[in-house]
Structures are given as C-alpha cells and as structure tokens.
C-alpha cells in the first residue's frame, strides 16, 4: 500500500496538465486583451483621421463649410469596418472663423466577460473622442 501511494504522490505525469490549466487562461485573457486593445487604438487613429480630413475640407470650402465637414469626415469614416462613430460639426461661415470636427468613437470590450472570472471589472465599450479645429480660409 505505500508503494502505491509512494509512486502515485510521485509521479510526474499529471506536471503538464496542472501547467496549461494555470498557464491557458492567462494566455487567452491576453490574447483577447491584445485584439481589444488594437481595436480600440484602430478606431483612435480612424476618429482622428476623419476629423483632421473633415476640418480641412470644411475650412477649404466657401459655400457650406459645415456640411462640407460633415460629408467628408463620414466618407472617411465609412471605410473604416471597426468601431461606431458619430460626427459634431460647429463653426465656420465667415474667412478666418474656426471650423471644430469631434468624432466620438466607440468600440465593444470583448474583456468585460472575462475579467469578471478574474473579480476585476471594466466598462462594456472602450470610447474616445477626435477633435480638430481648422480656420476657415477666404479669398
């Protein structure tokens, strides 16, 4: 009987098993922390992009800057396929008036579900906001 006992509370087979259950689900938390996080700074860099090509186009435009702005941060938004955005337009109307574009954007938290495994808690969406001010040009 302790030879069975000595040569069960001895073996090793059972070393690799107890490794990858600790060791898996760090892994994964990481993982998904990663692809999160990249989705959160790819719709970063969108926002901004939108919003500097919004003001530019809305502080070149004579007519309707405003509307100009607008239109032009959501045809740059719309190739972006990660994130919700929303569009503010102010300003502009008069040469040397400040045209202001904020993009909201918004993305899902894939690591809200997990981290609760670990007791932690973080919001459901990661959210930022663009802004850009240029001054109308005139002529």
Request: proline share 4%; charged share 10%.
């Given at each position: ?49 939108a ?5 530019r186009?809305g ?20 190739h ?25 954007w ?12 670990f ?5 459901n ?7 850009s ?7």
């Amino acid at each position: 009987m302790i030879a069975v006992l000595r040569r069960l509370l001895c073996s090793k087979r059972a070393d690799e098993f107890a490794e990858a259950a600790i060791a898996l689900p760090v892994v994964v938390f990481i993982t998904i922390a990663f692809i999160n996080l990249t989705m959160a700074g790819f719709a970063s860099v969108n926002a901004n992009n939108a919003a500097n090509y919004a003001a530019r186009v809305g502080s070149v435009n004579q007519q309707s800057p405003g509307p100009a702005a607008y239109s032009a941060a959501l045809e740059s938004i719309n190739h972006a396929k990660i994130g919700d955005y929303q569009v503010g337009v102010s300003g502009g109307g008069f040469p040397g008036a400040q045209i202001n574009v904020v993009v909201t954007w918004n993305v899902p938290n894939f690591m809200g579900g997990i981290a609760a495994f670990f007791g932690a808690s973080f919001g459901n969406d990661f959210t930022g906001t663009a802004t850009s001010v240029f001054r109308q040009e005139g002529w």
